[in-house]
């Protein structure tokens, strides 16, 4: 007994550098999945839109500087709802392997982890950009956490309408980390985010309708139906057609992108009216993939714009 408890000390001793690396590279991993890395990148991108396509000048370091605590404000959020929402996070297909349900984190870590980047995003953007981004990314951070995650999301169908609004703040954030003001070109890219969220998350719900049922989660299909699913994720589909096209009328983006904007509106609206005739998971899979690339071509487009000087 004594030779084999030995022996597994002798393996674990020479083993042991090489495991606590592994330990500590897998650990750093698990709090980074906590991030939600994808629902991040989003807002990063429409910040970084806001921040460039807002009139006036902004130090290259302080816009850095707001970015950065825009994507570390999301990634808090995400944390804190991956903490509250541990519990159905472990019975659903799509999140059981992160790391809570998983084992590899526990709820603690994720609040301690979640609060502490919460405070400390808030903080610095209010001491290196200004008081206004700060107070408006404390609003989003608290909208998505305690409002779409603590209450909206069990108790309402309508959570992905109104929590969507905590996605779609990002580029006013931006927009005021350069001047100090909330204006009406930052408030409809916030639009255009906002009547883009429930066809994307609709579409996708559509098909995994059986797992928000099974943890009781109301979502839209499972509420009012599948049929009334397609005909709202349709009406919210010609409902964003223009609004995609808004820069362009409000004189912030060029003709390049409101020809743009207009077309991939008319796919969009084209897939939504095929889903509500098709009524399969593959037409949902198509309108979903295709939202996420319709708003990153959108901001893409308005990105490129400005920068080349074209708006």
Not at 68 to 77: D, F, H, P, Q
Not at 187 to 200: D, E, V
Request: aromatic residues 10%; glycine residues 8%; hydrophobic residues 55%.
């Amino acid at each position: 007994m004594t030779i084999v408890t030995d022996n597994r000390l002798s393996v674990a001793q020479d083993a042991g550098p090489a495991s606590s690396e592994a330990g500590l590279d897998a650990r750093a991993s698990d709090f980074f999945a906590l991030l939600k890395p994808r629902v991040m990148s989003l807002v990063v991108f429409t910040g970084l839109a806001g921040i460039v396509l807002a009139p006036g000048d902004i130090h290259p370091i302080i816009g850095f500087a707001a970015l950065l605590c825009i994507a570390v404000g999301a990634g808090a959020s995400g944390a804190l709802n991956m903490w509250y929402d541990a519990d159905i996070d472990a019975r659903m297909s799509r999140t059981q392997s992160r790391p809570i349900p998983m084992g590899r984190l526990t709820p603690d870590d994720a609040l301690a982890f979640g609060l502490v980047l919460s405070v400390a995003s808030v903080l610095s953007m209010g001491l290196l950009v200004n008081v206004l981004s700060a107070a408006l990314l404390a609003f989003t951070i608290f909208f998505y956490v305690v409002v779409y995650t603590m209450y909206l999301k069990r108790r309402t169908p309508q959570n992905i309408v109104i929590g969507g609004l905590s996605g779609a703040l990002p580029p006013v954030i931006g927009w005021a980390a350069v001047t100090g003001t909330v204006t009406i070109e930052s408030l409809a890219l916030c639009a255009l985010i906002f009547f883009w969220t429930p066809p994307h998350f609709w579409a996708l719900s559509l098909v995994k309708a059986k797992d928000y049922g099974a943890v009781g989660v109301p979502m839209m299909p499972n509420v009012a139906g599948p049929e009334s699913t397609r005909r709202q994720i349709l009406a919210y589909a010609v409902l964003l057609a223009p609004l995609g096209v808004a820069p362009a009328l409000l004189g912030f983006a060029g003709m390049t992108y409101g020809i743009a904007a207009a077309a991939l509106g008319l796919v969009f609206v084209a897939l939504a009216v095929r889903l509500h005739r098709v009524r399969t998971d593959r037409a949902a899979m198509q309108l979903f993939g295709f939202s996420i690339l319709y708003l990153f071509l959108l901001f893409a487009l308005l990105l490129v714009e400005r920068l080349a000087g074209l708006a």
